[in-house]
């Protein structure tokens, strides 16, 4: 490749790929990768590939509610006014509201929290 072709085509690769970053909300998703990774260090017990799903799961769901949990207001007041808190409160309940939720309707996972799981 010429030194004229390589540059355009890293101009615009580049160019590409500020338009792609362009959109995402910088504050939400930090608040929904530091929610999933304090889930992800607290539950050790569980396995490792279980654990990589939480996370990706939490940080994914975090980031998608931090909108609607910003938008939530509770007697006129907004619990949560900046999407970062929304995202890292997002991504803490949305896993552990699921497994309640299994547990409850009688799924698998063993009928315990992940906290009372013997090693």
């Known amino acids: 490749m010429t030194e004229f072709s390589s540059a355009v085509l890293f101009g615009v690769l580049g160019e590409h790929l500020a338009a792609l970053i362009a959109p995402i909300n910088g504050e939400a998703a930090l608040g929904a990768l530091c929610g999933a990774l304090v889930y992800f260090t607290t539950t050790q017990n569980l396995p490792m590939w279980n654990r990589l799903a939480f996370f990706l799961t939490s940080a994914v769901m975090g980031y998608l509610c931090a909108p609607a949990i910003t938008d939530f207001q509770l007697h006129g007041i907004h619990p949560f006014a900046y999407p970062g808190p929304a995202g890292f409160a997002g991504a803490g309940l949305v896993v ?5 939720a299994i547990r409850r309707r009688g799924g698998s996972l063993n009928d315990k929290p992940p ?3 013997d090693a």
């Not at 552990?96 to 309640?100: D, I, P, S």
């Open 96 to 100: 552990t509201l699921m497994l309640a």
């Open 115 to 117: 906290g009372d799981r």
